[in-house]
């Protein structure tokens, strides 16, 4: 049974740095994309950022582009996402996924290429 935990949010000044850790267990983590989505209060779930199996290609929403970088670590199953110049529309709670087919990618990303969740971290930008 996949399990994906996710760590790292809390509330941070506009301007500021978080970085969101997600372990992941019960599947070969290494052969499938991972992606970060948030959900503000009010809002329908979005795409936020999703690495390959290999590491080698990313792709971020326009949104968090230049702000933040997703990466991972095949070796400790964890997939990472470091959140720069953070403004408060950031404000939200940020979920992490694995990607539902092995060796998969796709552009845009949606959330029927991913079939795991985590049970997220909330992030806190205030003015």
């Known amino acids: 049974q996949v399990q994906l935990v996710e760590s790292g949010g809390g509330l941070v000044q506009a301007g500021g740095s978080l970085r969101l850790d997600c372990a992941a267990s019960?599947?070969?983590?290494?052969?499938?994309?991972m992606g970060w989505f948030r959900q503000a209060p009010g809002k329908e779930r979005e795409f936020v950022a999703a690495i390959t199996w290999s590491g080698d290609s990313t792709y971020n929403a326009d949104s968090v582009k230049g702000r933040f970088t997703i990466s991972r670590d095949n070796a400790k199953n964890t997939v990472y996402l470091q959140m720069n110049s953070l403004k408060p529309e950031d404000t939200a709670v940020y979920y992490c996924?694995?990607?539902?087919?092995?060796?998969?990618?796709?552009?845009?990303?949606?959330?029927?290429?991913?079939?795991?969740w985590g049970q997220g971290t909330q992030v806190s930008v205030s003015s």
């Open positions: 019960g599947r070969t983590f290494s052969r499938y994309v």
């Open positions: 996924a694995l990607g539902a087919y092995a060796y998969y990618s796709r552009r845009p990303y949606r959330e029927s290429d991913f079939n795991s």
